[in-house]
């Protein structure tokens, strides 16, 4: 697309907006709207004239005309419980109250010339096909169940009640989207949470919140504010409900591959509601963590979790305007452990090292604001103004090698402001959006100070293997990075065409992405501890040393003004009463100028040049190919995007049916890699090996690879080293010229069933994705080769060729797409509503998932083989082969309710790499990890229980809350780290007590009032 098209489109869709904005014009369908259909059958000398939905909370009306067959078509509502007003050519009829959830496309027929029927037993959910009337004008009674029309989705619906009610430890609301078939809620020892679906990793997840993105462009977790943080991206107050999809969603959702995640906010209503909450617990609360167990019995470690906030909302004008506010903070510490890997001994270690290991902790503070004013000035219209700001610091570290030392001091920092109109016509909705963002994320270290990097290498057998036992000292963590801008869409819906709910939209967006990346301040020497012959352990003589400094060349800040669009249209299209089929396609187009437009250096260009580096004669790859003129890149334009899916309906009430659907996903590549490129001449990663201290990979002398000298410890002795190394040892980035968009391919087939009071849905989804980006090792052998195998040393074993740099530089490393993922899963999922004729609900998935993948799950830099083709398709490391989630609570006689969840999954894969020296391979080896029993790798058990005693003043409805919570019941041990060296006798066994973010038995008291 030339600049000349950007600018046209970019006029058309600010006329667009500006139009529907200022003008009388059409409204909206949009992510996470309902919508609802059907038709109304009425006598020959009274037909339907128009229906009207009326949010019972708040008195929102809309509006829209019946057809001469009765049919009706509410494109776009938002979650809520309703009562329709149906207009006839005399007189107007009242149906019951009827409860849309948020994303669902729902069918609902009545029928007003029927004879009454007997009302159904207390408790029953079952009802008949068609609605029927009383002979007056005031009720008609809501007997048709309403009609799932979702198509080929797969997913869950996450409801208020579900989110109020089911134990949790963090009040993330995003903590029971694991009831959706594929997905899984991660969380680590510091409390850092993550959505994971099918077989890829959480970058490729979006969520959209009142319709709108919450996309991280720059880092890795997918939402703003996630990466590496145990804060909560919204708070959970302020969710009415979400719906989860796993596969097949339609045209709607942009930026996305894997799991979408649609939520609206709470609303004020036309009476007043408040609440607040406290949460404790400490260590006098829970059992002891495994590692305050073993080897010995250890104090426990000071912790607590407190959780507080409030909510208030109403009116402002009873039936036009309304206004909601929640605040919600968290106050953590909690415990992670440091520990060698593969089980190494502490013993082994010299003692002055000891005391970094064992159990310490991390403190954390979050505040999560958010605030909706929303308007009616008219049946036809709404306005919603809303704000999240979200500011938290805290220290940081993560359960393994890593001593408290190395710490990093993290801030989160993220607004957000929502301007939205939507108006509804007779037979159109338009949806107008204005939103914005600014997101900031600035770890920095908490200690300064030079850090030791410890590893052991050992020979078993005719292979080695290197383990990571420690890093203290300084920390290494220093970023600033985020994003800011605009973004501008609209949604307009069509339903003037019998049978067809037709869909189309836009959206721009302007948002510049910041990275400041400057990590080694500190530097790092690295020691293999069994260098040197006859010394237990070497920590005098490092083999490599890594540190930070500024350079002549590129931006240390690197800042990127994107331009994003994205179109779409969709059209839900009744063929029948029985089937129905969801057509849409999108495309998508972004355009980064920081990579479009970047232009290699010309000091790059000489330091790879045959004339200094000859490696690259006869190498398998073209350096130019990765060489940048300014000109010769061009934004990816191919971003079609198909989305097909159909329901099938066996009968008329539409109790069973079957549905399917496939649909094309692209994602973004993520800035935090693109920027790599233009950063790393202005700040630059210095590394020098030193000669004879590494027993693994020796490195032959050149300008980087020297005689080790004490006076390298000092900053004068690391400025000699830059001064007098050509390059001062920096690496390189280069990126490829031609680089593609990651994409998945979705397949989906299953059935649905009704069967009083429960469904069923059993199904059958494909997920293949592709072009992923990874990070190759570049350096080549002086013959051009990746490995070389000597024939005279006949222990001579695979090694990547990192000493083999450009004279006086560091590593060549080069930027590329190509990472393949592939899932295959059968789910079983049955979910009972709650209700109160029948106080009970039960959400339940069971999910058998075979997955493959390149490389190992979640890994970036792939610098084990020369080419991401060299990599073989093996068994995903990062996804279960089983996985069963069961939710369910009920109302008890006592007035207690009673909720639990249980979770369980098959052990986890391990995945290493083997270097062997006969024969002469490389391979990349798997196996499962013994865990418990080998019957499940992750089992927890949570109850809740939950009294309310009503107080009896300000209103009818205030009372105070008293809870308790028992996480993880069965106290199980759900272990995080295995020895993953395949040449060790203990390969695949349990290697420390870590639990990661398993907790022990632990009790939650909180306590709520509410009016």
């Not at 904005?21 to 409204?27: E, R």
């Not at 078509?73 to 007003?85: D, I, K, Q, W």
């Not at 939520?263 to 408040?274: C, I, P, R, Y």
């Not at 395949?982 to 632990?1002: I, W």
Request: proline share 5%.
């Amino acid at each position: 697309m030339t600049k000349m098209m950007l600018r046209a489109a970019v006029v058309s869709l600010t006329a667009l907006s500006s139009g529907l904005l200022f003008a009388p014009t059409p409204a909206v369908a949009q992510v996470g709207q309902a919508s609802l259909r059907g038709t109304i059958t009425a006598p020959a000398d009274n037909p339907v004239v128009e229906v009207t939905a009326i949010e019972i909370s708040t008195g929102l009306r809309r509006t829209v005309p019946a057809d001469a067959s009765g049919a009706y078509n509410f494109a776009s509502l938002r979650a809520g419980t309703y009562r329709l007003e149906i207009k006839q050519r005399n007189g107007t009829r009242n149906s019951d109250a009827l409860t849309l959830r948020v994303g669902q496309v729902a069918g609902l027929d009545l029928d007003l010339s029927a004879p009454a029927a007997p009302a159904a037993p207390a408790g029953t959910a079952e009802v008949p096909a068609t609605g029927t009337a009383e002979s007056g004008d005031e009720i008609v009674v809501t007997g048709n169940r309403i009609r799932s029309l979702s198509g080929g989705q797969v997913g869950s619906v996450i409801s208020s009640r579900l989110i109020e009610q089911l134990p949790q430890n963090n009040r993330n609301f995003l903590a029971f989207a694991d009831l959706a078939p594929g997905v899984r809620f991660i969380e680590d020892a510091s409390g850092a949470s993550r959505i994971q679906g099918g077989a890829q990793d959480s970058r490729t997840v979006n969520v959209f919140i009142d319709g709108v993105s919450q996309k991280d462009y720059v880092l890795k977790n997918g939402i703003t504010g996630q990466d590496s943080s145990p804060g909560n991206p919204f708070p959970q107050l302020g969710i009415g409900e979400y719906q989860v999809l796993s596969s097949n969603y339609k045209a709607e959702f942009d930026q996305v591959s894997s799991v979408a995640i649609t939520a609206v906010t709470k609303s004020g209503t036309n009476e007043f509601h408040g609440e607040g909450f406290y949460d404790f617990t400490n260590q006098n609360l829970r059992d002891r963590r495994p590692s305050e167990i073993f080897p010995t019995v250890i104090p426990k470690v000071d912790t607590s979790n407190k959780q507080f906030g409030g909510a208030l909302g109403g009116p402002i004008i009873k039936d036009k305007a309304h206004f909601f506010f929640t605040y919600e903070g968290k106050r953590i510490a909690s415990p992670y452990d440091v520990r060698p890997e593969n089980g190494y001994p502490i013993a082994s270690i010299p003692a002055q090292y000891q005391d970094n290991f064992g159990t310490f902790a991390l403190q954390f503070k979050q505040d999560l604001y958010f605030g909706k004013i929303d308007i009616e000035p008219t049946d036809n219209d709404l306005i919603e103004l809303s704000g999240k700001y979200r500011n938290e610091s805290g220290i940081q570290n993560a359960t393994g090698i890593n001593a408290a030392s190395t710490s990093t001091l993290n801030k989160v920092v993220d607004k957000r402001g929502l301007l939205r109109w939507q108006h509804t016509g007779n037979q159109w909705i338009n949806d107008a959006r204005l939103s914005y963002e600014d997101a900031l994320f600035a770890p920095t270290p908490a200690t300064d100070g030079i850090t030791q990097f410890f590893q052991a290498t050992q020979r078993i057998g005719n292979g080695i293997q290197r383990t990571d036992l420690l890093r203290a000292g300084g920390g290494g963590n220093f970023q600033t990075k985020g994003q800011k801008g605009w973004t501008i869409q609209d949604d307009f819906t069509f339903t003037g065409l019998q049978g067809h709910t037709i869909k189309v939209g836009a959206k721009a967006k302007f948002v510049k992405l910041n990275t400041l990346e400057q990590n080694l301040t500190n530097p790092e020497y690295t020691y293999d501890v069994n260098a040197i012959p006859g010394v237990a352990f070497n920590d005098t003589l490092p083999y490599k040393l890594q540190f930070g400094a500024t350079g002549a060349a590129g931006q240390a800040n690197v800042r990127s003004n994107n331009f994003q669009i994205g179109f779409y249209a969709q059209d839900d299209w009744d063929i029948t009463s029985h089937l129905t089929l969801n057509l849409g396609l999108r495309w998508d187009y972004e355009r980064t100028p920081s990579y479009l437009n970047y232009v290699t250096s010309a000091e790059n260009i000489a330091a790879v040049s045959p004339a200094n580096y000859p490696n690259l004669i006869n190498a398998d790859y073209n350096i130019n190919d990765y060489i940048s003129n300014g000109n010769d890149r061009k934004a990816f334009k191919g971003a079609w995007q198909p989305r097909l899916g159909f329901t099938y309906r066996f009968d008329d009430a539409g109790r069973f049916s079957m549905f399917g659907g496939y649909g094309r996903s692209y994602d973004r590549n993520q800035f935090d890699f693109l920027q790599q490129e233009a950063s790393q001449g202005a700040y630059q990663v210095r590394t020098f090996n030193f000669i004879g201290n590494d027993s693994l990979n020796p490195c032959v002398p050149s300008q980087t690879c020297i005689a080790w000298n004490p006076v390298y410890l000092t900053a004068a002795g690391r400025q000699q080293l830059a001064s007098a190394a050509l390059g001062g040892g920096r690496e390189f980035r280069f990126l490829n010229n031609d680089l593609k968009v990651p994409y998945s391919d979705q397949f989906s087939l299953g059935v649905r069933g009704r069967f009083s009071p429960v469904e069923l849905e059993v199904g059958y989804t494909h997920i293949a994705s592709r072009d992923g980006f990874a990070f190759l090792l570049g350096n080549r052998r002086p013959d051009g080769s990746f490995f070389f195998n000597d024939p005279a040393d006949p222990g001579d074993v695979p090694q990547s060729p990192f000493s083999f740099s450009p004279n006086g530089y560091g590593s060549i490393i080069l930027g590329t797409n190509g990472l393949k993922t592939n899932s295959d899963a059968v789910y079983f999922k049955l979910t009972k509503t709650y209700s109160a004729a029948s106080p009970w609900s039960i959400d339940a998935t069971y999910t058998y998932t075979q997955a493959d993948e390149t490389g190992k799950f979640g890994d970036t830099y792939l610098l084990d083989y020369a080419q991401l083709s060299d990599y073989p398709m093996l068994r995903s490391s990062g996804v279960p082969r089983h996985r069963f989630v069961i939710a369910g609570s009920v109302d008890t006689p006592i007035g207690v309710t009673f909720s639990t969840k249980f979770q369980i999954e098959s052990p986890s894969y391990l995945k290493a790499f083997v270097d062997r020296s006969d024969p002469f391979t490389r391979e990349l080896v798997g196996r499962q990890a013994d865990s418990l029993g080998d019957l499940w790798g992750r089992r927890q058990l949570d109850f809740a229980f939950t009294k309310y005693v009503p107080l009896g003043f300000i209103t009818d409805q205030t009372k105070i809350r008293m809870r308790l919570d028992i996480l993880n019941v069965m106290n199980d041990r759900n272990y995080t780290d295995y020895n993953n060296s395949p040449l060790d006798p203990n390969y695949g066994q349990r290697s420390t007590y870590s639990t990661g973010g398993n907790a022990p038995r632990t009790i939650k008291l909180s306590a709520g009032f509410s009016f």
